[in-house]
């Protein structure tokens, strides 16, 4: 077996001619002959077992409740805008429940940005529910870029006017897996029907949701 080295701040090249190096970079193999010396990526250390990307759920399940009362708020902002919307979710220590919170947005069409703030103590975030209002779930390249930092569920709904769909996702060190809704929510199907009444999310659009204004449109 050949060793294997960590470069850290403090490494010195050993004299070894061949040997294993583990960098910031990832793994590399390091050779050394009367003629070259070289440093070249390694796939991997052929002695160990394999290792694939996983995510293995720990958590409880997501109460469908959830999903409708972000659903009723998603509904109440498309009634009155026709966009987007998000929620975060969010876990309670102290009740070891998940809740969600709704940030202040500015959303217009397909858009939709939100206040980034950080939660207080007890109150820790677990990702975010998000509309894509009249149009099928999904997570485009824009979810994928401003997810990509943010470790945890990251869930979308879709044709909230119409009938529904959904994706979901984990997303953990920038590496995002799929993850089938009926593993993630409980009861599954979630009973879309029993969804309170968009009116019922009025004051909170008023209070947290700014549209974009208008585009400027010449000759009118």
Same mark, same amino acid.
């Given at each position: 077996?050949?060793?294997?080295?960590?470069?850290?701040?403090?490494?010195?090249?050993?004299?070894?001619?061949?040997?294993?190096?583990?960098?910031?970079?990832?793994?590399?193999?390091?050779?050394?002959?009367?003629?070259?010396?070289?440093?070249?990526?390694?796939?991997?250390?052929?002695?160990?077992?394999?290792?694939?990307?996983?995510?293995?759920?720990?958590?409880?399940?997501?109460?469908?409740?959830?999903?409708?009362?972000?659903?009723?708020?998603?509904?109440?902002?498309?009634?009155?805008?026709?966009?987007?919307?998000?929620?975060? !979710?969010?876990?309670? +220590?102290?009740?070891? *429940?998940?809740?969600?919170? #709704?940030?202040? %947005?500015?959303?217009? =069409?397909?858009?939709?940005?939100?206040?980034?703030?950080?939660?207080?103590?007890?109150?820790?975030?677990?990702?975010?529910?998000?509309?894509?209002?009249?149009?099928?779930?999904?997570?485009?390249?824009?979810?994928?870029?401003?997810?990509?930092?943010?470790?945890?569920?990251?869930?979308? !709904?879709?044709?909230? +006017?119409?009938?529904? *769909?959904?994706?979901?996702? #984990?997303?953990? %060190?920038?590496?995002? =897996?799929?993850?089938?809704?009926?593993?993630?929510?409980?009861?599954?199907?979630?009973?879309?029907?029993?969804?309170?009444?968009?009116?019922?999310?009025?004051?909170?659009?008023?209070?947290?949701?700014?549209?974009?204004?208008?585009?400027?449109?010449?000759?009118?």
């Amino acid at each position: 077996m050949l060793p294997i080295y960590l470069k850290d701040q403090d490494f010195t090249p050993p004299d070894d001619p061949l040997y294993y190096l583990l960098t910031k970079d990832g793994l590399f193999l390091v050779k050394s002959t009367p003629f070259f010396a070289a440093a070249v990526p390694a796939r991997g250390i052929p002695w160990l077992e394999p290792q694939e990307p996983e995510v293995r759920l720990t958590a409880p399940a997501l109460p469908g409740a959830l999903l409708l009362q972000a659903l009723a708020f998603f509904r109440a902002v498309f009634s009155r805008y026709k966009s987007e919307a998000v929620v975060l !979710l969010a876990w309670r +220590d102290a009740t070891r *429940t998940y809740e969600l919170v #709704v940030p202040h %947005q500015t959303v217009g =069409g397909g858009h939709c940005d939100y206040e980034v703030r950080e939660f207080p103590p007890g109150l820790r975030r677990l990702g975010t529910i998000h509309s894509h209002a009249g149009v099928e779930a999904f997570h485009s390249e824009r979810d994928e870029a401003d997810e990509r930092h943010e470790d945890g569920f990251h869930i979308t !709904l879709g044709n909230i +006017d119409g009938e529904l *769909t959904i994706s979901c996702s #984990v997303v953990v %060190q920038g590496l995002r =897996g799929r993850i089938p809704p009926e593993k993630l929510f409980t009861p599954y199907p979630v009973p879309w029907d029993q969804a309170a009444p968009a009116a019922g999310w009025a004051a909170e659009v008023e209070s947290k949701v700014t549209p974009l204004p208008r585009p400027i449109e010449f000759g009118t």
